[in-house]
């Protein structure tokens, strides 16, 4: 398995709050992302890293930022937490190479916002 | 905006048959395609991954790409019950970023 950890695994939060996930990788990929899965929708990409420092917004990125200080971390905040944003997030990892660009996946975080 | 549809089932096939998932895509451009399995609770594993036309196989899994029909497949042989899952098909959606869009996923029920 690629070495990717997510923390926390559960959160429970209230509205209005600030919330900071943590994905941690051991693989030394270039590229990292944050997907956020919904029944009905599937996998929708928050946002994404193909650097340190270098990151850009994906496909549902309002109410979310992230940071990549570190090449082994990519932080997702939610800013002010909203029950919309109830959700499991998933983080990604990616190298390129001979293989293409196979995503590989960390365990998830069930967020709930009350 | 790019799309990837797929049929959300469930399919419910008799173990030992042949399981088939179908996905379509919108854009042409796309060059890699990809399968993820997941289970319930649990997050997308690769099953495999498939780039020319035509039939990749490892294992009991073959992918069948159809880059001017737009539709990539995967047939799953001698299905088990273990198979039961819900699969998950991407496309590759910008190269330079190594982005994918993913479809909805369809929900395999594999009866013993």
């Known amino acids: 398995d690629a070495g990717i950890t997510q923390s926390p695994r559960h959160k429970v939060t209230e509205t209005g709050t600030p919330v900071t996930l943590r994905c941690h990788q051991t693989?030394?990929?270039?590229?990292m992302y944050w997907y956020r899965q919904d029944p009905g929708h599937g996998l929708r990409l928050i946002h994404y890293s193909y650097g340190v420092k270098d990151t850009d917004k994906g496909e549902v990125s309002d109410g979310y930022s992230v940071s990549r200080s570190k090449t082994e971390d990519f932080l997702l905040t939610l800013e002010s937490a909203t029950s919309s944003q109830t959700s499991v997030y998933f983080c990604?990892?990616?190298?390129?190479?001979?293989?293409?660009?196979?995503?590989?996946f960390g365990p998830g975080t069930r967020l709930t916002v009350l | 905006q790019k799309e990837v549809e797929q049929n959300s089932g469930p399919l419910s096939v008799p173990e030992g048959a042949i399981a088939s998932l179908n996905c379509t895509y919108s854009d042409r451009g796309s060059q890699s395609f990809f399968w993820y399995r997941q289970y319930s609770g649990k997050s997308p594993e690769l099953i495999m991954f498939?780039?020319?036309?035509g039939d990749k196989e490892d294992g009991r899994f073959t992918a069948q790409l159809n880059k001017a029909s737009q539709y990539v497949s995967l047939l799953i042989r001698d299905s088990q019950p273990s198979d039961s899952a819900t699969y998950l098909c991407a496309v590759e959606a910008d190269t330079g970023f190594q982005k994918l869009v993913f479809g909805t996923g369809t929900r395999l029920l594999v009866s013993p």
């Open positions: 498939i780039y020319s036309n």
């Open positions: 693989e030394n990929h270039r590229y």
């Open positions: 990604a990892i990616s190298e390129s190479g001979t293989g293409g660009n196979e995503q590989f």
